[in-house]
């Protein structure tokens, strides 16, 4: 009679010569750990007559979520509703991003391709991968910004297999995307400003600048990195709608700070349409064409900052539009700095106002740079 599978017996079970040994689970009727020689324990649940289902392996798939998924796997056997899985993880990948090129734009498929590499499940059977497997690739992530981004990615990916009929609902469903939400109350102290613009200008091109115009500007990460300098009419700034994360054609203000900065930038950078092009032509096989080494050049600044507390660069676009509410400038002007079309003046109001905000933006621009001024200037 099968004895219950515990974490000491699984890590103590003897390895196969050759082939392959499997020890069954005697609390969860079905459930096995089989056992290879190179050292893979991975989590199987007969679901027919020499039918096996895998779940994962341990353990990167506990015990107790195995035994979970195992008796979910034999209930939708018994109502009828249970799905062997069929293609690979890879394949329905692949189908995904192909399906994503036909409706998304470029730089969000982009986005795509990238975040999906953090889950390496390769050739597994796309209806084995559990929740608490892809958890554990997520806790691999190091950046609470990329680790959140990740989420998003593989749960549109599995909501979209599900659509598709590869799978019958999606794994993800009920995760939460804690990391995210975390990041999203988090505003720089004004003394944490000072220091992270203050140290931006004076920083050597091009991270330096880029952390600056963020900064000074509240504008999307990815919208600063593309900015070509025919985008720039001496005191503004306008965003294409190919551009622009939501499509839509953004033109704002720039005060004397923001105009300092462009003016910084060594005669010898400015040969590039762009005013942050790529170091190199190629990454990893793929062209480039603006500034992506993110990672790096953040980790390297953060290092020159001695009172700042963990942030990722949207902070300073949510500590720029709390700012300008501390300074008393309307909701409605700020969301137009922002480029936000769900706020105040959306849906059917946004189809009839057409009014540009162009003046009481730049009076904002001002009161920010003053307020950034003074900042500046205070204290040592």
Known sequence: MPKNLTDIAIKRFPLPESGTVTHWDGSCKGLGIRLSPGGARTFIVLVNSGKRHKIGRYPAIKLKDARTEARRILSE?????????????????????????EKNRPRTVNDYKRLIKHFPFGAQKIGT????????????IDAPSERAHALVAVK?????????????????????????????????TPDE???????????????GHIVALLALTGQRRGEIASLKWEYVEHDTITIPSDIAKNGVEHRF????????????????????EFIFPASRDHVRGKETSVFNGWGKAKKAFDETLENVNPYTLHDLRRT????????????HITEKHLNHV????????????????QAEMREATDAYNNYLLKLLESGP
């Open 129 to 140: 991968i559990t929740k608490a497997a892809v958890v554990h690739e997520l806790e691999k």
């Open 193 to 207: 400003l000072k220091e992270v613009l203050g140290k931006a200008l004076s920083t050597a091109y091009p991270y």
């Open 156 to 188: 549109v990916f599995f909501s979209w297999c599900a659509g598709q009929g590869l799978i019958n609902m999606s794994p993800l469903t009920a995760l939460k995307a804690t990391t995210r939400s975390q990041s999203r109350n988090r505003v720089l």
């Open 320 to 331: 720029f539009s709390s700012t300008l509410a501390m300074l008393g400038v309307p909701i």
């Open 342 to 357: 769900s706020g105040q003046v959306s849906g059917i109001a946004a189809v009839y106002n057409r009014y540009d905000y």
């Open 253 to 272: 203000p720039i005060g004397m700070l923001a105009r300092r900065v462009l003016e910084s930038i060594p005669p010898e950078c400015k040969q590039s």
């Open 77 to 101: 056997k018994t109502l009828g509703t249970y799905q062997a899985p069929s293609v690979s993880f890879n394949t329905a990948k692949d189908k995904w991003l192909k399906a994503c090129e």
